[in-house]
């Protein structure tokens, strides 16, 4: 079954991501970046627009032009959550560094802070995911790690924290 995936990216760091999984997949499926334009158009009047189109392009102008009828959509694909919780026999403050030394060993920038947590964003060789940090407590700490992403950027992340805040937890 053949698809067509639009794709919207703001960097070029992004678009170089993209190229690689296209690169990384041209072993396992047919792969053929259109040259030209590509658009949608919706419209009763399909065929008045291809007869005016065709007429605007030189040469022979049918092998110019695919058209392709959507007619079915594949459903958004959700994406992976894991939740990590670890109770720390030491203060917010400790815990706290330690949660920001983990988080820039694992090159995550940060985004945004709400009233409970702060959310960083992870580029790992794996993919992307966020990370939201909730941190709590007073002698005695409870750390949550919210991580949400896609393919197995989750998991990978999630085994690398685990690791970590297991050694700092001392289990």
């Known amino acids: 079954m053949e698809y067509v995936i639009f794709v919207s990216y703001e960097t070029d760091a992004e678009r170089k991501r993209i190229d690689y999984l296209l690169d990384k997949w041209s072993a396992r499926a047919k792969i053929r ?11 009763e009047g399909a065929n008045e627009f291809l007869a005016e189109l065709l007429s605007k392009l030189s040469g022979n102008a049918a092998e110019k032009v695919e058209v392709y009828k959507i007619e079915e959509v594949v459903k958004k694909v959700e994406a992976s959550v894991r939740t990590l919780q670890y109770s720390i026999p030491e203060g917010v403050r400790v815990v706290g560094k330690f949660v920001e030394y983990l988080l820039s060993k694992l090159n995550a920038s940060y985004v945004h802070s709400d009233a ?21 407590g007073g002698e005695t700490s409870t750390v949550i ?12 992340l999630a085994e690398r924290i685990d690791e970590e805040m297991k050694l700092f937890a001392g289990d």
Do not use: H, S
Not at 33 to 43: A, D, N, S, Y
Not at 116 to 134: C, D, P, S
Not at 145 to 156: L, P, Q, S
């Open 33 to 43: 970046k259109p040259k030209g334009m590509v658009f949608l158009i919706e419209t």
């Open 116 to 136: 409970l947590a702060r959310v960083y964003e992870v580029y790992t060789r794996k993919g992307r995911a966020l990370i939201k940090t909730i941190i709590r």
């Open 145 to 156: 790690f919210k991580i949400e992403g896609y393919g197995d950027a989750v998991d990978f």
